[in-house]
């Protein structure tokens, strides 16, 4: 696993977040809106610079990149796409479906499996997603999804280096991978938790399901996202604000002769 998480020992980390998860999970999660943005002038391999404000958990940013998987002669290549923004979301316009045709300017798994990835300035849980759902091609709506997380020896608003790579260099940057599954509801629009287990990870990506075993076409557009801070990371905030009132506690203690 990479690690760029706090520099305190292990333990000290390991009790922080402990003592500390119940308090971060009752804070109210900062939520990212994917609807603001222009379309002009966008080119394959753009990024987007989101931010979010908690009113208990202060500022958060993300860097936000489109991208799609395409299968040639048996290999799993990445490809860069563009990342476009809609009233409706964020969607992803891939090689293969350049005019957004038959709703394909959406995360899609039609011929190509598209996916976002998203870079946040510190560790966080995902929490809720507003999946705007899309018929592609005729088909029925869906929206199952696959999810992945990890932990980024890069800084958050530096680029990827994923263009025509093989996919196992794609895998390399997460360490773990689940499904979200649409809900039985005929395909309809939906907000839905997307972390059950409740990973945490500063590197997320969310795409139309790689696996697809449903044999439906998934193709969604992602409206808002709401996430929280890794309890190890507000823990270390509180400490460091503990330590900060009571240095200027002694500083400001009388002195006497």
Known sequence: MKLNRLAAPAAVAAAFATTYAAPVLAKTPAVFN????????VSDGNARIFSATSPDLGLFRVRA??????TVNGVTYVRDSKLMVYSGGLGVTSGD???GDDNQHTIDNDKRKDFIILQFDKPV???????????????S???????????????WN????????????????FDGTYTSFAPSNNGASNTRNINPDLHWGDIWLIGADFTNTDRRID???????????????????????GF??????????????
Request: avoid cysteine.
């Open 65 to 70: 990149t489109g991208w799609s998987l395409e």
């Open 97 to 99: 479906d350049q005019n």
């Open 34 to 41: 994917f609807t603001v943005g222009s379309n002009s002038n």
């Open 125 to 139: 849980a995902l929490m809720t997603a507003t999946f705007n759902t899309f018929s592609v091609r005729g088909q």
């Open 219 to 241: 193709g969604f557009k992602i409206t808002n996202l709401a996430v929280i801070p890794e309890p190890a990371t507000w823990a270390m905030m509180i400490a460091g604000f």
């Open 141 to 155: 709506k869906d929206s199952d999804a696959t999810i992945k997380y990890g932990w980024s020896d890069l800084a």
């Open 158 to 173: 530096s680029g990827l280096n994923l263009n025509n790579k093989n996919v196992s260099v794609l895998n390399a940057l």
């Open 244 to 257: 900060v009132g009571a240095v200027a506690r002694r500083r400001a203690r009388p002195q006497f002769a």
